[in-house]
């Protein structure tokens, strides 16, 4: 009973430290779980799956009602992020648990910094006959009272982007919100607004197809996915709030540290195959 409530805190302090980085509360949960608590690998993967889907779904129903999140570009592209979750999810199940350790390593380091490098904000105009217009990838946001328009670009980049986003959700049971939100910013040209809120739209849909494979060959523990999916929920919840009255740009690099030193970490017991 202890170490579900240990377990339960810890999970409350990755929902909170997720949501204040916006790495989510995965990159948390994977190393408390393997390298805290001892959890298999695949186990801690499945749990992590189904805290992402909780922790994504309410701020997705906000955002939508917002008028931010662009529906249609995010289920054009969830088709690539499904995709990619179902090899993902097909792969981890082939492959050592110490070989997931290291990409998972590898992944969390590239994350750390493309989360605090500067985010771009674009706003590109609509160009008739382009594959964009007829795929209707254009749309309005609110924007100080004013709705602005922008339209997608590089959409074939963008899609195969986020076949590789997915891919790493799915194999390794994070977001991979900061892979989208690279995909759909840089790539794609749109706005940051819209990429954010569409990300994390996408996110929930991404680990739902993930996590029943996760499911079927039994590697959702009820025991370990309820203490950790209530903890993250609450979490996140305390987060959003801490965030309006935060310093967030020195909240950012403090944690980039503590989870870059996590992810060395990680690789660490992955090459000396610690993991199980």
Known sequence: MSE?????????????LGSLTGL???????????????????????????S?????????????????????????????????????ALVSGMLNPNTIGIIFASILLLTVILNLKG??????????????????????????GILKSYSARNTVPGFLMMMF?????????????????????NMMKLPFKVSTTTSN??????????????????????????PVLIGVVIGSFI???TLMVSKTKKLKVFFAIVITILSVYMMYNGINKSFR
């Open 119 to 144: 985010k771009p904000d674009h706003q590109e105009p609509l160009i008739k006959g382009s594959l964009e217009a007829k795929l209707k990838l254009y749309g309005t946001f609110p924007d100080k």
């Open 4 to 16: 579900i409530i240990i377990l339960f805190l810890g999970a409350i302090s990755a929902g909170l």
């Open 52 to 88: 992402v889907i909780g922790t994504s779904s309410g701020a997705a129903v906000a955002f939508v009602k917002e008028g931010f999140t662009n529906m249609r570009i995010g289920m054009f592209l969830e088709i690539a992020t499904t995709a990619g979750a179902i090899v993902g």
């Open 165 to 185: 986003a997915g891919a790493m959700s799915g194999l390794l049971g994070i977001g991979s919100g900061a892979l989208k939100v690279l995909a759909m910013d």
């Open 201 to 226: 739209f996408m996110i929930g849909v991404t680990a739902v197809a993930s996590a029943l494979i996760y499911f079927q060959r039994g590697e959702i523990i009820p025991v370990i996915v309820a």
């Open 239 to 241: 987060g959003s709030k």
């Open 24 to 50: 989510g509360g995965g990159v948390i949960i994977i190393p408390l779980l393997t390298l805290g608590f001892g959890v298999p690998m695949h186990y801690a993967i499945g749990a992590s799956l189904i």
